[in-house]
């Protein structure tokens, strides 16, 4: 066993490396497993024998900005304020799994394959396995609009969905040399089964074939059957135009249909190719820094620190662009509407040190923002509680496909100057007119918060932010 000490250490940081995240893995390599390791299974965290092939899994948030990720708590624990909010569904994710969060409807795991190193392997099908039936998960359920993983790596390819209810043989072809690994992320989504499941990977190692176990760090994964979203269809309008994600709570479960009722929301944009970013943070975030470290890559600078910034809880500074989403799912043929939106605005001053000031801009810097698109322009003040965005705004609402509800966005830009210690904090009145004249009035947030746009003293340029940054990264502050 203590020859064996250097090589499985190796193997652990190398995977764990290769797939970007520091979580314990799963080694495991037998035979076909029923519910519970069989005699064939190694002893220990399911390490493998030598010279066989080994596999790494573990949950994962999701795929695309267009990803929903829900999941239900158990009783007796409280979400974290941290957790919840615009940019917070990493923080969501961690904080929910490391709790034994069930997640409902649909799954991600990530997983590797590593080929023993004196012959190659190559993977020919997955399927997905049920386990031990559980009873329904009951306690806070959890959801995440706009799931990304960020430990993912990009280069991590999605090998396609496996279904509990209709359990099939997903057929693929990847291969790795000796000793190499080769990986990817499966969805896997369920109806009716509260049950633990992993998936069987057939493989094979020359001329011999073998299946291997992927699992959640030694244990089976989880699903439970999917509840109504917490969101309302409005909600995840804006992420499509560069919105972040959103991290929401509800306590207990609530299933059925999601509702008909019209919706509307409101989101911050986040910056884009060629578009400047201004921020302010309570400390330093030497994150920053490692990100813009010389990357020569137009416009993903600038995007990937504010994504930081974001998580981190810095605020928008100066100018930023919001969404207005309106959403009808019960619409068919009347889809012409007038919106109206002003702003219920509270003037706040900073307490203690001066914010941290963080800019990125474009290589050939000028005053761009991400509104090309706005409807509307307004710049705050101390005298102004009350502010008119649109009046009389007609919007066509219009559906993407036959099962999508119809939606229209609109755009709109906020401009706040002055001493670097003042804050607004604004909530949205939005009243939405059907051709009937029937109006409806809607208050709407930042995901149960008022937004937050910190003053940006008049004049400022790239020379005088503290930490600024052009879009190759080079650091000008």
């Known amino acids: 066993m203590n020859g064996r000490r250097p090589f499985l250490v190796a193997f652990l940081l190398t995977a764990a490396v290769w797939a970007g995240v520091a979580v314990p893995w799963a080694l495991t390599d037998h035979e076909p497993a029923p519910a519970e390791p069989g005699p064939g299974a190694s002893a220990g965290p399911n390490i493998a024998a030598e010279g066989r092939s080994r596999a790494a899994g573990?949950?994962?948030?999701?795929?695309?900005?267009?990803?929903?990720?829900?999941?239900?708590?158990?009783?007796?624990?409280?979400?974290?304020?941290?957790?919840?909010?615009?940019g917070r569904c990493s923080a969501l994710f961690t904080w929910a799994t490391g709790r034994s969060a069930v997640?409902?409807?649909?799954?991600?795991?990530?997983?590797?394959?590593?080929a023993p190193e004196d012959?190659?392997?190559?993977?020919?099908?997955?399927?997905?396995?049920?386990?031990?039936?559980?009873?329904?998960?009951?306690?806070?359920?959890?959801?995440c609009l706009g799931a990304v993983d960020p430990g993912v790596p990009t280069s991590m390819e999605w090998w396609g969905r496996l279904n509990l209810d209709r359990p099939r043989d997903l057929k693929v072809s990847r291969t790795a040399g000796p000793g190499a690994t080769v990986g990817g992320l499966i969805e896997t989504s369920?109806?009716?089964?509260?049950?633990?499941?992993?998936i069987e990977a057939e493989v094979w190692e020359g001329a011999k074939r073998r299946t291997i176990r992927i699992d959640d760090a030694g244990a089976p994964f989880t699903l439970a059957p999917p509840v109504a979203g917490i969101g309302t269809p409005a909600q995840g309008g804006a992420l499509k135009y560069g919105a972040t994600d959103v991290a929401l709570?509800?306590?207990?479960?609530?299933?059925?249909?999601?509702?008909?009722?019209?919706s509307v929301s409101a989101s911050r944009l986040l910056a884009g190719?060629?578009?400047?970013m201004w921020m302010v943070a309570d400390r330093e975030v030497p994150e920053v820094d490692r990100l813009t470290a010389n990357l020569d890559v137009p416009g993903a600078v600038c995007r990937r620190a504010e994504r930081r910034l974001v998580a981190d809880g810095a605020l928008p500074a100066g100018r930023a662009a919001y969404a207005v989403s309106v959403t009808d799912p019960s619409a068919r043929e009347d889809l012409e509407r007038v919106v109206d939106v002003s702003l219920k605005v509270r003037k706040t001053v900073r307490e203690g040190p001066p914010p941290q000031g963080y800019g990125c801009y474009p290589a050939q810097w000028g005053l761009q923002s991400n509104d090309g698109q706005s409807a509307g322009s307004v710049r705050l003040s101390r005298d102004t509680p009350h502010?008119?965005?649109l009046t009389g705004e007609p919007v066509q609402l219009l559906r993407e496909t036959d099962d999508t509800p119809a939606t229209s966005t609109l755009f709109f830009t906020v401009e706040a100057w002055g001493p670097d210690e003042t804050e607004y904090h604004f909530t949205l009145d939005v009243?939405?007119?059907?051709?009937?004249?029937?109006r409806t009035h809607h208050t709407v947030d930042d995901a149960g918060r008022p937004f937050v746009l910190a003053a940006r003293p008049d004049g400022m340029a790239p020379r005088h932010e503290k930490y600024a940054y052009y879009e190759n990264g080079h650091k000008v502050g």
């Open 58 to 86: 573990r949950q994962a948030l999701g795929l695309a900005w267009s990803s929903t990720w829900s999941a239900t708590v158990p009783e007796g624990t409280d979400v974290p304020d941290g957790a919840l909010g615009a």
């Open 103 to 114: 997640p409902r409807g649909t799954a991600t795991a990530a997983f590797t394959l590593t």
């Open 431 to 438: 009243t939405v007119e059907d051709a009937s004249g029937k």
């Open 273 to 276: 190719d060629g578009q400047e």
């Open 190 to 198: 369920t109806t009716d089964c509260s049950c633990q499941w992993w």
């Open 119 to 143: 012959r190659g392997l190559v993977v020919r099908s997955l399927r997905v396995v049920k386990g031990r039936a559980l009873p329904p998960p009951k306690g806070t359920d959890v959801e």
């Open 387 to 389: 502010l008119p965005v």
């Open 249 to 262: 709570a509800r306590e207990g479960a609530a299933a059925g249909r999601p509702s008909q009722a019209l």
